[in-house]
């Protein structure tokens, strides 16, 4: 039974679809990243799998539970075992990193505080944030916050982690550290990573399926080897890096016709 | 004339929709209050509500008492200049010492409490909201009413009456002041004159129009906050809408009160 089942999910704002009729399964333990361009839906669906947000139609079952339906006590007992990295980190600035990780446990657990702090700080050691627990956000980088962002998803020691493009924003070297460390965390705590981006390289390098959305669909949803041999014009424009008038052939000799006309006016 | 229609109707729904808001959050906050409270409650909105309460309160001391020195010398004199051609310059001190206690003393601090605490809580909730700070207690399970409005209202309800007592204890100095210069009362006297002035019905009307700009204040401030849409220039406007509403809803609302105690008998 799959973990997270999504079925026939529309969501729309004032009127126009951001959603349509999405339909996927995510089991236990497998790393799903949805890819897509800047508008696809990703982050609509990541907001609609965490239960921000209710669709027009259509159900998100997590874990046996439709959370578009639920209770908002079901929904909360749900969220203890989701952990969310938001795009922004979205780490709370009054507080110290290492209380930023410990909120969840404070709120949920009756842990005693040694444990708490014992805790946080291993949390924060898978992180490799360890020495900077005491600071506040502000006074991190780009990619320190992120990576306390999924030291505060992981407090809860959660089944499901999902993150909102972690690596958005960050130089190739941050970027790839935060690969490995959603692939250290797949295989050391066997989690059900969700995963949205628009970086292609970490996509294939983290992913065991990949769901590529367009317009608010599913163009493809398939293992790396799927999407690398699909035919499909949204997926090979994407994974070709065609910019969009290019992906129409019959635009393609006016395009450069252009490129040339403008390089002589330039020469 | 269906465009003039359509417009006054779809601004009514608009008003309509911002007292349901209003209303549904303030019974919110009281269901979620009792986390916020000493012993019984969450020992960490217990902190977060002290912290509020000094920065609600003990921060605005010196404002408050200086606005009232000015305020309450400026009514003795404007009182003064017209009292004295009656010969009856001692009613100055009825007149600071009721129209501060039941009056000036709470609406001063109203409106000091909204343009400094008011326009802060806004614009705090409404970057929570733009940095998806607010999105992330949720998905940790916590209730932003509960973790963020919880504690500033209770806070506000504590500091707001005190800051009231001590606005109208520094407008009837003010008052004492003016009558040790202009007519050599002792201040001994001065005081005497002032409780046989002041009823028991005088203070109470006072504290309760006290919680009820407390109340306007911290909703309507964190309402805005709340409704930020888009970017941190919304945070921006949320702001100056937090101060000129809750301005204008404590000045309606003392009116109201004010008319009730009257037609009730007591003034």
Redesign the interface.
């Known amino acids: 039974m799959p973990i997270i089942s999504i079925r026939g999910l529309v969501v729309e704002y004032e009127g126009r679809r951001i959603l349509n009729d999405l339909n996927l399964d995510i089991e236990a333990g497998e790393t799903l990243v949805l890819l897509g361009g800047s508008g696809s839906g990703k982050s609509t669906l990541l907001?609609q799998i965490?239960?921000?947000e209710r669709p027009k139609r259509g159900s998100v079952t997590v874990k046996g539970v439709d959370i578009t339906t639920c209770s908002l006590s079901e929904?909360?007992?749900i969220?203890?075992s989701?952990g969310?990295a938001?795009?922004?980190a979205?780490?709370?600035n009054s507080l110290t990193v290492e209380e930023n990780v410990a909120?969840?446990l404070?709120?949920?657990t009756a842990l005693a505080p040694s444990i708490i702090d014992l805790t946080v700080w291993m949390k924060l050691a898978v992180v490799g944030l360890a020495e900077f627990g005491k600071l506040h956000p502000q006074a991190l980088s780009g990619g320190m916050k992120k990576r306390g962002a999924v030291a505060?998803a992981l407090s809860l020691d959660p089944e499901i982690l999902v993150l909102d493009e972690p690596s958005a924003g960050l130089d190739p070297i941050v970027a790839a550290e935060l690969d490995e460390l959603i692939l250290l965390l797949k295989q050391t705590f066997q989690m059900t990573v969700i995963v949205v981006t628009h970086k292609m390289a970490s996509a294939f390098h983290i992913a065991d399926r990949i769901a590529m959305l367009y317009q608010g669909s599913f163009s493809l949803v398939g293992t790396k080897d799927e999407i690398r041999a699909s035919r499909e014009p949204r997926v090979r424009q994407f994974l070709d890096r065609v910019p969009e008038e290019l992906a129409n052939p019959a635009n393609v000799s006016a395009y450069f016709q252009r490129y040339l006309e403008r390089k002589e006016a330039f020469l | 004339m269906a465009t003039a229609l359509e417009d006054v109707g779809s601004r009514a729904i608009a008003q309509l929709d911002y007292v349901g808001s209003l209303n549904i959050q303030l019974w919110s906050t009281l269901r979620a209050m009792k986390s916020a409270l000493p012993v019984v409650g969450n020992r960490y909105r217990w902190q977060a509500t002290v912290r509020q309460v000094l920065q609600i309160g003990y921060d605005a001391l010196p404002m408050i008492s200086l606005m009232a020195l000015c305020a309450g010398f400026i009514l003795a004199l404007q009182g003064a200049a017209e009292l004295r051609r009656f010969g009856a310059l001692h009613y100055v001190i009825d007149l600071v010492a009721i129209a501060f206690t039941r009056e000036l003393g709470p609406l001063l601090t109203a409106t000091a409490v909204s343009g400094r605490s008011g326009s802060a809580f806004a614009a705090e909730i409404g970057t929570m909201k733009v940095t998806e700070e607010l999105d992330s207690l949720r998905v940790m399970a916590l209730e932003p009413i509960e973790f963020v409005l919880g504690p500033k209202y209770l806070a506000a309800l504590i500091s707001v009456p005190c800051l009231s007592i001590v606005c109208s204890s520094f407008g009837i100095i003010a008052g004492g002041l003016f009558m040790f210069f202009s007519a050599r009362l002792s201040p001994f006297l001065y005081f005497r004159y002032v409780l046989e002035s002041i009823a028991l019905r005088d203070v109470i009307t006072g504290m309760i129009k006290c919680l009820a700009f407390a109340t306007i204040i911290v909703h309507v401030s964190c309402l805005e906050g709340f409704r930020v849409r888009g970017g941190p220039d919304s945070v921006g406007r949320s702001t100056t809408s937090a101060v000129v509403k809750s301005t204008f809803f404590v000045i309606l609302a003392d009116s109201i009160f004010t008319a009730f105690f009257y037609f009730t008998g007591g003034h």
């Open positions: 907001r965490v239960g921000l929904l909360k007992k969220r203890h989701i969310v938001f795009q922004s979205a780490l709370f909120l969840p404070r709120e949920h505060r």
